[in-house]
């Protein structure tokens, strides 16, 4: 993969602006140490991680007592205690402000737009958290939300955390299944949900489904409804339900938050793995990692500033949701949207970042791909003017999705590709405003984080591929998973591998630039003949032809009598009325074997009309895998398009 080339450098007057560089001028006076440059900082942040996060701390102006001890047991991965004294409440670092400034925008494709000041969000989290108190939530209960990524949502967040109950939450497009192998295992006492919601210009009722919901959470006292896609509403079929305006009524007198002091470890979220081939793994994450660790990642990496306006395409299913609400602890407005990303002509999001001023846009790697195909060329209609970073993740952003970035959407702006996880609520590897962009690069690792990348024997590696590790623990490790009293699922999940060290699961590389390239997951890899090839390589090559829209590939046991060995299988959707030919197969094979190595090259080419993906976007490799060794999914709730599966399944062509 060619990445010798810089499609960005950070000018010297944004250079000396980032709020990383005053932090790294700060660190070095304050401890007496020489940091020169990001690469000086980043090898003190991981050397000296007791300095370094109480430093972030105070960055970061975190609202609590921090105490004087710093991190307990700091040698034990899982077991380190991370500021073990302190005391805080992640909903009041997040409601600093009262003032009549935009702390939300919202825009329900074209259907709803308004906007909540600072004071109005503090006044209504106020009225929630009341509501909530009388229902007889404390600090330890659950609280759930099936909601778009829509201003209530972060209300009853923000209400819950203030009290130090458990947030969790899942979109409104999840199933009934879906939903009660989430909400069923952590057993919820509230529920927030909506009534419905819009996509493509549709209007989804979602009123019968929260019926069946309700009837299945036996935790549940309270249903609260909140009206988004009707006027009227009937909830005699629905237990325990009440409106959200006759929730809140007896508390619009409520003018204070009584914000619990809570330990820095105290639970404030749950959040679920993508559960696609079992139930979902509950992961508990804490309050103070979650809050330090975005405070980091805003501040230092993102370089938001107070008055930015920052926008992620996400929805609630997704630990970039939680990932934006913490914006408003760097003093960011949220520009929160709910919709399909390519509604008005597919350009609904860049219509947004130029009406409301938006300075950080993020999005997913298969979003650009789709802008790229669909052939949007938005610095030719937008301004954009804003608009200085965009962020992307979700799967790896190929070279390609670089060159479109600076070539159609803006030339001088930081394209930071991330990575990380639900399993962390935040990021591995991520991007730094005072680092040049290198062509299919992420930037760099993230500070505190002592990320390498090791072979089979536990060995780092340079300029090769390996397995992603964490090798020294950090304050948004997860609790553990909820129900694993012994705590052996969450050992097994990311410790079994290299004893003491975090093994994340990702096939990457460290480049001579000391950037990362993610070549996919490890449990995803393929292996013909005893050669890792990660499948991202292969998509690279395969989505550049204009004929194919997306790609999904797997190995297949082959011969199906040796499980040592595999083929590889390529799947290809192509546009709308092409069908697969001789010419394409090969114009496909060649263009795999001509960028990467005779082994990348499929041993059979299929069409299918759909690929399966997550109700996040990312495809779903190991289902297909499954189903093609007639293997169960056994949770297929999971999907956003679980028919889809029918396309791999029973085809003859993979019999020979």
Excluded at 157 to 166: D, F, R, T, W
């Amino acid at each position: 993969m060619k990445t010798d080339q810089i499609l960005w450098r950070p000018s010297p007057e944004r250079i000396a602006s980032a709020n990383v560089t005053a932090f790294r001028l700060a660190v070095a006076l304050r401890w007496g140490v020489n940091l020169p440059d990001y690469a000086a900082l980043y090898a003190w942040s991981v050397a000296q991680p007791e300095q370094f996060w109480e430093s972030v701390w105070d960055d970061g102006k975190v609202i609590g007592t921090r105490g004087e001890r710093v991190l307990v047991d700091g040698d034990k991965m899982p077991g380190a205690k991370w500021f073990p004294d302190a005391r805080l409440n992640f909903a009041q670092n997040l409601l600093r402000s009262r003032d009549a400034h935009d702390a939300l925008v919202f825009w329900g494709e074209d259907h709803v737009k308004n906007r909540v000041s600072h004071g109005e969000l503090y006044r209504v989290v106020a009225h929630f958290a009341a509501a909530l108190r009388e229902q007889g939530v404390v600090a330890g209960d659950r609280v759930a939300a099936y909601m778009p990524n829509m201003p209530e949502t972060l209300i009853a967040m923000l209400a819950a955390a203030s009290i130090g109950a458990i947030f969790t939450s899942a979109s409104p497009d999840f199933g009934v299944q879906g939903v009660l192998d989430r909400f069923g295992q952590s057993a919820p006492k509230v529920l927030i949900a909506c009534d419905g919601y819009f996509y493509g210009g549709k209007t989804i009722d979602c009123l019968d489904k929260l019926g069946d919901i309700a009837r299945q959470l036996p935790s549940l006292a309270r249903v609260v409804v909140v009206p988004y896609v009707h006027v009227a509403h009937d909830l005699s079929a629905i237990p325990h339900a009440r409106m959200l305006a006759d929730f809140v009524a007896p508390h619009r007198h409520v003018t204070e938050i009584e914000f619990e002091a809570l330990p820095f470890d105290h639970p404030l979220y749950i959040m679920y793995s993508s559960g696609t081939t079992g139930v979902p793994k509950c992961i508990v994450h804490c309050a103070g990692g979650a809050l330090l660790q975005h405070l980091k990642e805003h501040r230092l990496h993102s370089d938001v500033k107070p008055g930015d306006r920052v926008f992620y395409f996400t929805t609630c299913g997704w630990m970039m949701w939680n990932w934006l609400m913490s914006g408003l602890a760097a003093g960011a407005t949220l520009l929160l949207y709910d919709g399909s990303p390519f509604a008005s002509d597919n350009r609904i999001l860049f219509d947004y970042a130029d009406a409301e001023g938006m300075t950080h846009f993020g999005t997913s790697a298969k979003y650009i791909d789709a802008a790229a195909k669909f052939g949007l060329k938005p610095r030719e209609t937008h301004s954009l003017a804003t608009v200085r970073t965009l962020m992307s993740t979700g799967s790896p952003l190929v070279p390609e999705g670089f060159d479109y970035v600076y070539r159609e959407i803006k030339a001088d702006l930081q394209l930071s590709s991330i990575s990380g996880g639900t399993d962390i609520i935040s990021c591995f590897v991520l991007g730094s405003p005072v680092l040049p962009v290198w062509r299919g690069e992420i930037q760099c690792r993230g500070l505190g984080m002592a990320v390498d990348v090791w072979d089979d024997d536990g060995r780092p590696v340079r300029g090769e591929k390996g397995e992603l590790v964490c090798s020294k623990p950090f304050p948004v490790m997860p609790l553990g998973f909820w129900g694993d009293d012994d705590g052996s699922k969450y050992h097994a999940a990311y410790f079994d591998r290299f004893p003491n060290v975090w093994c994340h699961g990702d096939f990457c590389e460290i480049t001579a630039h000391d950037g990362l390239i993610i070549y996919g997951r490890s449990d995803a890899t393929l292996n013909p003949g005893g050669v890792r090839i990660g499948t991202a390589e292969i998509y690279r090559q395969v989505e550049t032809l204009h004929e194919v829209v997306e790609a999904l590939v797997i190995g297949q046991d082959w011969p199906p009598q040796d499980p040592n060995d595999v083929r590889v299988v390529l799947f290809v959707k192509l546009r709308e009325g092409l069908t697969l030919d001789d010419d394409l197969v090969k114009r496909i094979r060649q263009a795999i074997r001509d960028n990467t190595t005779p082994r990348h090259v499929p041993a059979k080419v299929l069409q299918v009309a759909d690929i399966p993906r997550t109700k996040s976007g990312k495809i779903v490799e190991l289902a297909v895998r499954h189903v093609v060794h007639d293997r169960p999914v056994k949770n297929q709730e999971a999907l956003d398009n679980p028919e889809a599966l029918a396309y791999f399944r029973g085809r003859t062509e993979l019999r020979s």
